[in-house]
């Protein structure tokens, strides 16, 4: 991969090296690095010609797609930074991101225009480009779809700063790109919102240096099974999330192929797999469970797939043990997280991985295991708090001084990232995780962040407290549960009540799956709720 060039150079660098190559597939329909670049660059003319200066946040609310990708190279060229975001967010999180990120752009599905209008009052966003999921596939393909109505439409209103896609696509064809402030390899590319133990998702501000690295060590990690230029990844990570960008849009760089669907479904997964001989997979712990548990699973070819590789929370072992014993493959295993830009450890493709192992450590990062009250050093084969650190790495959280000093701190002159897991080494430099020393829930492959439910329970009027905990869980890592004390003059709240109060405001993935009402909450002398004596509760019960 070229060195000390900005994140849309080194794309245009391989569309010039190989026009013709499939770089997306995106519902079936192939894109060329070649259409890739004229898309994404005519885009980037647009975004500069209505105002888009150097710098400049704009979000990206849409699914997985080609409009996705075009949308982000597109931001890149013309100098903005990117700021994606789960296409499931509600007006309230889109509202905090906007504002958080001085977001003044916005490119969002029309599916998800009714709710960037409730939102326009209350930002400072100023402009709106909104893409129909089909309207960069084949006449006949939207044809097709409009006569059967399976393509999901929304309403949208074309106002003063309120664009569509298409026409900007079709308006700036063939138009080159200069830029007034050329993107360096140091500058802020985009900023990734995850979760945590606050209220608010935190913003990471990622260079563009720092992820092409990170994406250039992910893609390598299968070299021993076939060339990086032959890959074909089916990416089944949403692309706003690290996974999916340093394991999915990595093979952009090296001159792969990446197969994008809006949303996961299983056979439309498997077809695509066996139509176009995808040689990598990416999936959490929980999409693997979900195909060994599929019904049709045994009707469909997917034995061109060498490279499994599951992130976002540790495989189960005996999924991974069933998946070798269905498959004669292994689930290869990585482990990292936003703050790093994904990887820091992965499991080498050329040895035989121990069981239970996340990987070991890759080149670009540095790690120490330490006690987490002193930070001092543990013996080789003791747990201890995991610390990283890197040339480049991320330093900051955007507008979070406090989280900043708490997660990012130095010792001996060197940065490191906190990253709050408990973990341990073995001699021959393989990392296991074992768990979590803060109140972070792991569902679905996504960080939830325990107090921000908390904060929505008790917004409403029948709460007083509330205490949400991550019970561990086979299929999804952790189920969300809450327990919850209620005002005592207030009689009949059910536990359906609170969850249907929680869809209001809270992401699908967010709402707790149970809700125990008590009396009380365990809390310190001090008053602070004892998480983790309800979340050790919870596991005793479960283990009995």
Not at 70 to 79: D, F, M, P, S
Not at 150 to 170: C, V
Not at 233 to 249: E, R, Y
Not at 385 to 409: D, G, H, Q
Request: contains cysteine.
């Amino acid at each position: 991969m070229p060195e000390n060039l900005p994140i849309p150079a080194v794309f245009d660098v391989q569309a010039d090296n190989r026009p013709d190559h499939t770089a997306i597939i995106y519902l079936g329909t192939r894109y060329s690095y070649q259409k890739v670049k004229t898309l994404s660059a005519a885009f980037a003319a647009a975004l500069k010609e209505n105002g888009l200066k150097p710098g400049q946040r704009v979000i990206i609310y849409v699914p997985n797609s080609i409009q996705w990708v075009v949308a982000w190279l597109g931001i890149l060229k013309a100098g903005g930074v990117c700021v994606p975001i789960t296409p499931i967010y509600t007006p309230k999180d889109i509202t905090y991101i906007a504002n958080d990120s001085a977001a003044e752009a916005i490119v969002c599905a029309d599916t998800n225009f009714g709710y960037v209008q409730k939102v326009l009052p209350l930002t400072g966003l100023k402009q709106v480009v909104i893409t129909k999921m089909a309207e960069l596939l084949p006449a006949w393909k939207r044809l097709y779809g409009f006569v059967f109505n399976i393509i999901p439409k929304g309403k949208i209103a074309l106002k003063e700063n309120t664009y569509t896609m298409g026409k900007m696509l079709a308006d700036y064809a063939g138009k080159t790109v200069t830029l007034l402030k050329p993107c360096k390899s140091g500058d802020i590319a985009e900023i990734l919102y995850t979760g945590g133990t606050t209220k608010h998702p935190k913003g990471v501000p990622i260079t563009h240096d720092l992820f092409l690295i990170s994406a250039d060590e992910q893609i390598r990690v299968s070299d021993p099974l076939f060339p990086v230029q032959d890959n074909v990844i089916m990416g089944s990570a949403p692309l706003f999330h690290v996974l999916g960008q340093t394991c999915g849009l990595s093979a952009l760089f090296v001159g792969g192929t990446l197969i994008l669907q809006p949303k996961v479904n299983l056979d439309a997964t498997f077809e695509s797999i066996r139509r176009f001989r995808a040689r990598t997979m990416i999936g959490v712990p929980t999409l693997y469970r979900m195909i060994l548990e599929h019904d049709r699973l045994n009707q469909y070819d997917m034995s061109s797939v060498d490279f499994w590789f599951s992130a976002g929370d540790v495989l189960p072992v005996e999924v991974g043990k069933r998946w070798r014993e269905k498959f004669g493959k292994p689930i290869y295993q990585g482990y990292g997280a936003t703050e790093t830009c994904g990887g820091v450890a992965m499991c080498p493709t050329d040895i035989e991985n121990p069981p239970k192992s996340i990987g070991q450590i890759v080149k670009s990062k540095s790690v120490r295991i330490v006690d987490t009250a002193t930070l001092a050093p543990v013996a080789q084969g003791k747990t201890g708090e995991l610390l990283v650190s890197s040339e480049p790495m991320v330093t900051r959280y955007i507008n979070k001084p406090e989280e900043t000093a708490s997660a990012f701190i130095e010792l001996n002159g060197r940065k490191w990232y906190r990253t709050a897991d408990v973990v341990y080494m073995d001699e021959d430099g393989n990392l296991y995780f074992t768990d979590r020393t803060v109140d972070t829930i792991k569902h679905k492959g996504y960080r939830v962040s325990a107090s921000e439910i908390e904060a929505v329970l008790q917004g409403h009027n029948a709460v007083v407290a509330s205490c949400v905990v991550g019970v561990p869980d086979e299929k999804t890592g952790e189920r969300i549960k809450a327990f919850v004390v209620l005002k005592e003059d207030i009689k009949g709240i059910t536990s359906y009540e609170l969850i249907k109060w929680c869809r209001k405001s809270l992401p699908s993935y967010k709402i707790p799956q149970y809700i125990e009402f008590r009396d009380m909450l365990p809390k310190s002398k001090v008053g602070k709720l004892l998480r983790r004596e309800v979340r050790d509760e919870e596991r005793r019960m479960k283990a009995q």
